[in-house]
């Protein structure tokens, strides 16, 4: 079982002998059961790389093992278990990272506080740290409001005006109270380096409805993440650096990035199996 602090990577032994998340590589959802194969399993299932026997021998040793562990019979050891357990850490921490990283609703509710900027306590999360360099500077190395406004490596070299952005959770579509992207002061000149300009940003997860009993029949990370940035060209009047010209990729390039960072953060076999599937 997957912790979400910074304090390691799994709970102790005693919860996780509760509470075991065990992956069988190669293995579908259809593979527990017998028969004709329902149209939903057929149409969403993926393509199971084990042969049905080993699937289920594999499944068998793990539950009876768990149960003789519950029931401490002595008829197993917990190595088996914790095991099984650490050896699927390579497979689930990107999806652990990309739930972290959008800043998923599951883990920590969003703080949608009465201010522009929130902060994050115990109870709730600010802001996503995809959208966020200033409370989480280490999380994301393209953020999209920087794109988006293009300073430096991230559009035009001859700026050399630093940028920091800042994100809070809101519903995009609210009116009062009304929540908006700003810029929070301005730099003399396109060229001063020692000057950084302050933006935020508004940020809503979007998660599908069918997602609420949690079955994994659908996605759980966030199906759209609505945001309110500023333009690249309210960014270049902050900074004094003239007129834009227009760039109708900013958006695509916002999402290829997401897309390298899957690609980059996915483990090896799960790649062989997008590429080939």
Known sequence: LMKTAHSGPFVDNATMLHLPVIIVMGMNHMQYATGNVPKNVLDKDLMAELEDTSARSLVTDYMSCWMSLILDNGQCHFDLIYGAVTSALPFVTPFVAAFMLEGSYWFHPPCDCSQLICTSSDLCQAGS???????????????????????GDQGNASIKVQHVNTD????????????????????????????????????????????????????????????????????????????????????????QHSIEWALRNAPSRTLERYYKY
């Open 129 to 151: 740290p995809w959208m966020d360099d200033v409370v989480y500077p280490t999380m994301n190395e393209w953020i999209p409001q920087r794109i988006m406004c293009g300073f």
């Open 168 to 255: 809070s959770f809101h519903p995009t579509w609210q009116v009062h109270p009304f929540h908006y992207a700003n810029i929070w002061n301005n730099c003399s000149s396109s060229h001063d380096a020692e000057c950084t300009l302050n933006t935020s940003t508004v940020t809503q997860n979007i998660y599908p409805l069918a997602d609420k009993p949690d079955t994994g029949g659908h996605s759980t990370s966030a199906i759209e993440m609505r945001h309110k940035m500023k333009s690249r060209q309210a960014c270049y009047e902050a900074i004094n650096a003239g007129d834009v010209d227009e760039d109708l990729q900013i958006c695509s390039a916002i999402n």
